[in-house]
T-cell receptor
Framework: DTEVTQTPKHLVMGMTNKKSLKCEQH?????MYWYKQKAKKPPELMFV???????INESVPSRFSPECPNSSLLNLHLHALQPEDSALYLC????????????FGPGTRLTVL | QKEVEQNSGPLSVPEGAIASLNCTYS??????FFWYRQYSGKSPELIMS????GDKEDGRFTAQLNKASQYVSLLIRDSQPSDSATYLC??????????????FGQGTILTVHP
């Protein structure tokens, strides 16, 4: 089973709202990732967690705040977003950080009004 | 500076033909290579992973890796309309500042017409 789940599927929020995206995997993977994908572009890495610790932050604005409560869960807290933050947000996981295959969840389509 | 480049598309092939997708990478430290398929509005789906020089076959798909030439390709035999999607080539590096990062090419849009 290589399933990564994400909720919600779609999210519409105003610029003053606070919302959270959730990601879950039960494959025993120790690395989890957040990506942002704009239309007709490849995914862009935002954050990497390895063994529940933040390993990589790709200079993401502080209005995006990741959290890894345990080895199966990954959250992305959103606050004071801008319309240009509207995108498909993808979660992925891999056995270990590094060269292992990354499996993607279905994504959350975020629209910021 | 792009680290992974894919042949410019879009690519259009007739049903039943072989589709050839190509990718080059600039980082000689790259060790793992992946092909993902992405349907419009959906997330990337892993098609193939390849780590060693040579060919790797899985059903209608064959990935080829040539580390000396820094080249990786994906062949799709007996192409079907359901193969119409964007194909993303990606690479990871086992060390250095790129450790843990999956670097994607820009993607090649494939259309298989009946």
């Amino acid at each position: 089973d290589t399933e990564v789940t994400q909720t919600p599927k779609h999210l519409v929020m105003g610029m003053t709202n606070k919302k959270s995206l959730k990601c879950e995997q039960h494959m025993g993977h120790r690395a989890m990732y957040w990506y942002k994908q704009k239309a007709k572009k490849p995914p862009e890495l935002m954050f990497v967690y390895s063994y529940e610790k933040l390993s990589i932050n790709e200079s993401v604005p502080s209005r995006f705040s990741p959290e890894c409560p345990n080895s199966s869960l990954l959250n992305l807290h959103l606050h004071a977003l801008q319309p240009e933050d509207s995108a498909l947000y993808l979660c992925a996981s891999s056995q270990e950080e590094g060269t292992d295959t990354q499996y993607f969840g279905p994504g959350t389509r975020l629209t910021v009004l | 500076q792009k680290e992974v480049e894919q042949n410019s598309g879009p690519l259009s092939v007739p049903e039943g033909a072989i589709a050839s997708l190509n990718c080059t990478y600039s980082d000689r430290g790259s060790q793992s290579f992946f092909w993902y398929r992405q349907y419009s509005g959906k997330s990337p789906e892993l098609i193939m992973s390849i780590y060693s020089n040579g060919d790797k076959e899985d059903g209608r798909f064959t990935a080829q890796l040539n580390k000396a030439s820094q080249y990786v390709s994906l062949l799709i035999r007996d192409s079907q309309p359901s193969d119409s999607a964007t194909y993303l080539c990606a690479a990871t590096n086992a060390g250095g500042t790129s450790y843990g990062k999956l670097t994607f090419g820009q993607g090649t849009i494939l259309t298989v017409h009946p």
